[in-house]
C-alpha cells in the first residue's frame, strides 16, 4: 500500500469567494523520477495567483509574486511541460507555490547528479513552467537543472522567498541598470540619473535592497538616486533604514498633480526609471507623468498584460516607454541565494506559520494582516 502525504491548494478569492479557500488532502508520496529527484518540502512562501485572465498574484502587503513565462528559460533545460493552471478547482486559478525551499529526500537510480546535490542537500527550486506543487510534502523534480544548492547560513524560510518575489527584484534592477547606464553614457548623456521604487511591499522592498547594493557597487554610484514611493506610513521606516535613500509618500486623499510635484521635487526633478510593481491603473498613469522625456516605466509581465494595451498610445505620445520585465533566470538565483547566505544583501521581513494555518494565513494575507512575506512550514528539519 502506498505512503501517503499531505497537499494543500490555495483557491484565489473570486466573486463568491473573498478571501480564498484551503483544500488539505492526502496524495500518494511521489515516485522518485528515474533521472530525478524527490524533495521534500521544508518552506513555501504563502501566495495565490489567479487565473491570468483575471489579476496577478497575490502575497504579504500586497507585494506580487509573479512567475511569469519561463518557457523560454526552461527550453534549454529540455524540460517541455504545460502550465498548471488546467489544475484546479472552479476555473483553476490556483496558485500551487512556487517559492519551495526544502531538502533532496531521494534521487534516481539512473539520475546523473552534479557534485553539489546529494540526499539531504538543502535546496531552492527554480520555478520552471510546469513547476510541479510546493504546497505539498513532496515533490519530484525531472533531473537536477532546476535546483540550486543552499548553503548552510542561509535558513531555508528565507530561501524561500528567493525562487519569485526576490528573483523578479533582481532582474527588474539589472534592467533598470541598463536604463540608467544609457541615460549616463549615452549620446545625450546626463551629470545624474534617477530612479523611482514605488511601494514597500515585499517586491519592492528586494528591488531597493538588491539596486542598492548593485549601484554602490558600479561605476556610476555617485550619480544614480534612489526614491522610494510608498503608500503606507510604515513605507517610511522600512525603506529609511537603507542610507541615502529619499522617500515620498503617495497619499491618496490629494490630487494627482500634487502627487505629482511632490514626486518630482524629492527627485530632484522628472524621473529616468521608475520600478512600478503596482497593479492599479492609477499608479501606472501617475508613473508615466512623473518621467523624463524617453524616460522608462518598468512593470511586470502579469501588470504588462492587463494595463499595457490600455497604456501603450498614452506612453507613445508622451514620449516615454513601459517595459515589461520577466522574472529572472537560474543564474541570477544563485548569485542571490550567494548574496543573501554572505550578509551582502539583507532579505526583508518574513513571517513563519504552519502550513496547517494556511487557511487563516491566506485570510490575513486578502486582509493585509501579515507584515512580510507570509512563509508556510511542512517539515521541521532541524
Not at 523520477?33 to 489567479?50: D, E, H, L, Q
Not at 506543487?133 to 522567498?161: Q, R, T, W
Not at 511632490?262 to 491603473?281: E, K, L, M, Q, W
Request: net charge negative; with cysteine.
Amino acid at each position: 500500500m502506498s505512503k501517503l502525504c499531505r497537499q494543500v491548494s490555495i483557491e484565489s478569492p473570486g466573486p463568491t469567494l473573498k478571501e480564498g479557500c484551503v483544500f488539505s488532502f492526502d496524495v500518494p508520496v511521489p515516485e522518485v523520477p528515474p533521472c530525478g529527484a524527490r524533495i521534500r518540502v521544508v518552506y513555501a512562501g504563502a501566495c495565490y495567483r489567479a487565473h491570468r485572465t483575471r489579476s496577478a498574484s497575490i502575497c504579504s502587503q500586497s507585494s506580487v509574486s509573479s512567475v511569469g513565462s519561463l518557457s523560454g528559460e526552461m527550453e534549454s533545460f529540455a524540460i517541455h511541460s504545460a502550465t498548471p493552471s488546467h489544475i484546479g478547482l472552479r476555473d483553476g486559478a490556483l496558485f500551487p507555490g512556487y517559492e519551495v525551499a526544502g531538502v533532496v529526500d531521494a534521487i534516481g537510480k539512473a539520475a546523473e547528479c552534479p557534485p553539489s546535490i546529494k540526499e539531504g542537500t538543502r535546496i531552492v527550486l527554480y520555478p520552471y513552467e510546469g513547476v510541479p506543487h510546493g504546497y505539498a510534502d513532496y515533490i519530484v523534480v525531472p533531473d537536477f537543472k532546476c535546483l540550486v544548492p543552499v548553503p548552510e547560513s542561509l535558513p531555508l524560510s528565507v530561501a524561500a522567498m528567493l525562487p519569485t518575489g526576490a528573483l523578479l527584484a533582481m532582474n527588474t534592477v539589472f534592467t533598470a541598470r541598463e536604463c540608467l547606464n544609457a541615460v549616463l553614457e549615452g549620446p545625450q548623456s546626463k551629470e545624474k540619473a534617477t530612479v523611482l521604487i514605488v511601494g514597500t511591499g515585499g517586491l519592492a522592498l528586494w528591488a531597493l535592497r538588491i539596486a542598492t547594493h548593485y549601484y554602490e557597487r558600479g561605476p556610476h554610484h555617485n550619480k544614480i538616486s534612489i526614491t522610494v514611493a510608498t503608500l503606507k506610513d510604515e513605507g517610511f521606516i522600512l525603506a529609511s533604514q537603507t542610507d541615502q535613500i529619499k522617500v515620498v509618500q503617495w497619499s491618496e486623499d490629494l490630487y494627482e498633480k500634487q502627487l505629482i510635484e511632490r514626486t518630482t521635487d524629492a527627485c530632484g526633478g522628472p524621473v529616468h526609471v521608475v520600478i512600478n510593481f503596482g497593479t492599479t491603473s492609477r499608479s501606472l498613469h501617475r508613473s508615466l507623468q512623473c518621467l523624463a522625456q524617453g524616460g522608462v516605466v518598468l512593470v511586470t509581465e502579469d501588470v504588462g498584460e492587463k494595463l499595457l494595451p490600455k497604456f501603450a498610445k498614452k506612453a507613445e505620445e508622451m514620449g516615454v516607454h513601459i517595459m515589461v520585465v520577466p522574472n529572472g533566470s537560474i543564474d541570477q538565483l544563485r548569485d542571490l541565494v550567494t548574496l543573501v547566505a554572505n550578509g551582502e544583501i539583507k532579505p526583508p521581513p518574513h513571517s513563519v506559520f504552519p502550513a496547517e494555518e494556511a487557511q487563516e494565513v491566506v485570510r490575513k494575507l486578502c486582509n493585509s494582516e501579515i507584515q512580510g512575506r507570509a512563509i508556510l512550514k511542512f517539515h521541521n528539519i532541524d
